[in-house]
C-alpha cells in the first residue's frame, strides 16, 4: 500500500509557516527572506516534496487551470496583467484559460460559465457583471477581481483617485487653469472610483463617460477644441494617444495647443510622438498580486485581502506649463509683426526713393 502524497500544507507545517509562503518560496523566492527559505527547502527535502507536484497542490488537486477574463485584450494594460498572471501559472504548473468579454456583462458571465468546469478559480479584470451575479457563477471556487473592490471577494486595484489628482495636480502645476477630465465606462469600478475626485476637485471639466479606446479619443478632440480646454487627463493611454491624433488631424498640435496626460504607462507612451505624459501603474506588481491571491485562496485561506497598490506620474513630452505655450505663441506673433514692419519700412523707403528719382527726371 501507498504511501500518501506529501502535500504543500504537510510542508508549510514542517517548516512552521503558512501555505501562502511555501508557494512564493517555489515561484518568487526572491520576496521571501533567506531564513525561511532555508526552512521550507529543508522540509520539501526531508518529506520529498517536488516542485512539479506543487501545482497539483496549489490548485486543490483537482483541475490545475486558472480561468482569466479581461474586457479588452486589445488593451495593453491587461494584455501586461494576462502575462503577469501566465507567468505565475507557467511556473508552478498551472494553465491558464483567457477569454476577452469586450465589456459586456452578459459575455463576461456567459465565459465564466463556459469555464467554470474546468478550471479551479477565476481571476478578473475590470468586470462590469454585478458581485451577486459573479458570487452566483463560481460557487465556492476562489475569486480575485483586478481594478475593482467588492465585499467578500479577494481583490487587488490601482488607487483609483490618486490618478486623478496626480494628474490634475501636474496639470494645474504647470499654469493650465482650464482642464477636462475623461470619465470612464459606467460599468467600471475605476470609473466610478474617479468620479468622486472629479466632483471632489473645483473647476474640473468633466467629460463622457467615454470608451477607453483609441478611437473614442480621436473622437473627443472635437468635444476638447470646442470646450476650449489647454490640458487634459484621459481615462488611460491609449485614449490618449487617440486625442494626440485627433488634434494633429484637425492641425493643431500637442502641447502646443493641449497638454495630455494619460493613465497606465504602457510601451507605446514613451514611443509616440510626443512621447506621452502619463500615471504610471505597477501593471506587473498588479498581476503578480492577483495571481498570489488566486495561490492563497487555493491553498486554503478564507480571507479576502483588499490589496491597493500606488501610482506615480512621469512625466514626457505631451505637456508643458502653459506659459510656454504662450510665450512661443508671443514669439511667433512679434516675429510675424516685425516682419511686416520691416517690409512695410522697406515698401515705404523703395517709394520715396522712386519718388525722389521722379523728382530729378
Known amino acids: 500500500m501507498s504511501s500518501p502524497a506529501v502535500t504543500l500544507a504537510d510542508v508549510a507545517i514542517e517548516a512552521g509557516v503558512h501555505p501562502s509562503t511555501v508557494s512564493r518560496v517555489l515561484s518568487r523566492p526572491q520576496l521571501i527572506g533567506g531564513p525561511t527559505r532555508t ?11 517536488t516542485p512539479n507536484r506543487a501545482a497539483r497542490q496549489l490548485a486543490g488537486g483537482r483541475i490545475g487551470a486558472i480561468g482569466m477574463l479581461v474586457p479588452d485584450i ?48 477565476f481571476v478578473v479584470c475590470s468586470p462590469v457583471a454585478s458581485t451577486k451575479d459573479w458570487l452566483r457563477v463560481v460557487e465556492a471556487a476562489p475569486l480575485v477581481f483586478v481594478n475593482r473592490r467588492a465585499k467578500g471577494v479577494a481583490s487587488v486595484a490601482l488607487d483609483q483617485q490618486a490618478i486623478v489628482e496626480l494628474g490634475v495636480t501636474h496639470l494645474r502645476a504647470a499654469g493650465h487653469r ?47 477644441i470646442a470646450a476650449q480646454v489647454t490640458g487634459v487627463l484621459a481615462f488611460n493611454d491609449v485614449q490618449a494617444l487617440g486625442i494626440v491624433a485627433g488634434y494633429r488631424a484637425a492641425g493643431l498640435s500637442v502641447p502646443h495647443d493641449l497638454s495630455v ?6 510601451a507605446a507612451a ?31 485561506s ?21 506659459n510656454s505655450s504662450i510665450n512661443r505663441t508671443a514669439a511667433t506673433h512679434d516675429a510675424a509683426t516685425h516682419d511686416a514692419a520691416t517690409h512695410t519700412a522697406a515698401t515705404h523707403t523703395a517709394t520715396a526713393h522712386t519718388a525722389h528719382r521722379g523728382n530729378h527726371q
Not at 526552512?39 to 516534496?49: C, Q
Not at 467600471?188 to 468622486?196: A, H, K, T, V
Not at 496626460?261 to 504602457?266: A, L, M
Request: proline share 5%.
Open 270 to 300: 514613451a514611443m509616440s510622438d510626443p512621447s506621452l505624459t502619463t500615471v504610471t501603474a505597477p501593471v506587473q506588481r498588479l498581476g503578480d498580486a492577483a495571481f498570489d491571491l488566486m495561490t492563497e485562496l487555493l491553498a486554503g
Open 178 to 224: 482650464s482642464i477636462a477630465v475623461v470619465r470612464g465606462p459606467r460599468s467600471y469600478w475605476s470609473g466610478s472610483e474617479r468620479d468622486r475626485v472629479i466632483r471632489r476637485l473645483p473647476g474640473l471639466v468633466a467629460l463622457g463617460p467615454v470608451r477607453p479606446d483609441f478611437e473614442a479619443g480621436v473622437a473627443l478632440a472635437a468635444e476638447l
Open 74 to 121: 486589445t488593451n495593453p494594460f491587461f494584455a501586461h496583467v494576462v502575462r503577469s498572471v501566465q507567468q505565475g501559472c507557467r511556473r508552478n504548473g498551472l494553465t491558464m484559460l483567457l477569454a476577452d468579454t469586450e465589456q459586456r456583462a452578459a459575455d463576461e458571465l456567459s465565459e465564466a460559465r463556459a469555464l467554470a468546469g474546468g478550471v479551479d478559480g
Open 261 to 266: 496626460v494619460g493613465s497606465d504607462d504602457i
Open 39 to 49: 526552512a521550507v527547502h529543508a522540509a520539501i527535502d526531508k518529506l520529498g516534496y
Open 302 to 322: 478564507t480571507e479576502r485581502p483588499e490589496v491597493t497598490l500606488p501610482v506615480t506620474l512621469t512625466v514626457r513630452s505631451s505637456t508643458q506649463t502653459l
